[in-house]
């Protein structure tokens, strides 16, 4: 059974490097896939801080991890520097799907690729919110 391939590196919109950490290896010798999706996860956070989106402490709304998965096509292991693109994929009302994909640094080939959907919810009511007008626009820069 074929599998569809990886998509490639001009797929992403913006690139956040990581450099991987001795604890990231398992015992078979390369990074564990756990590990991805904190990768994912601190990609998409650091372009929304970045972006002047997400304010950790007071910010409202919130976003919420309601869905996540990985495919992987190469090992990657301690000690290597990589490269996460991201690319909004789907933007709804309240909620936004990433691509993103692990990239050694200077390779144009993903050694795994993943989504990463956020719900924006109220930080107080913890209820679905619409996203704000300034975020769309933001998020679009990346579509």
Avoid at 17 to 37: A, L
Avoid at 84 to 89: D, K, L, M, P, T
Wanted: charge should be negative; include cysteine; hydrophobic fraction near 40%.
């Amino acid at each position: 059974m074929s599998r569809e391939p990886l998509r490639p590196r001009e797929t992403y919109r913006h690139f956040t490097p990581i450099t991987t950490r001795w604890h990231d290896n398992d015992v078979y010798g390369h990074v564990n896939n756990v590990v991805y999706y904190s990768w994912f996860d601190t990609a998409v956070n650091a372009w929304l801080i970045e972006a002047g989106l997400l304010d950790v402490e007071n910010g409202n709304p919130i976003g919420l991890v309601v869905e996540t998965g990985c495919r992987y096509a190469a090992a990657v292991q301690f000690p290597q520097k990589l490269e996460v693109g991201i690319r909004v994929a789907r933007l709804g009302s309240s909620s936004v799907t990433y691509y993103l994909g692990i990239f050694v640094e200077g390779s144009e080939a993903a050694a795994a690729e993943g989504h990463f959907t956020h719900v924006y919810v109220d930080r107080d009511s913890r209820r679905p919110a619409p996203l704000p007008e300034e975020w769309r626009m933001l998020l679009q820069t990346i579509t």
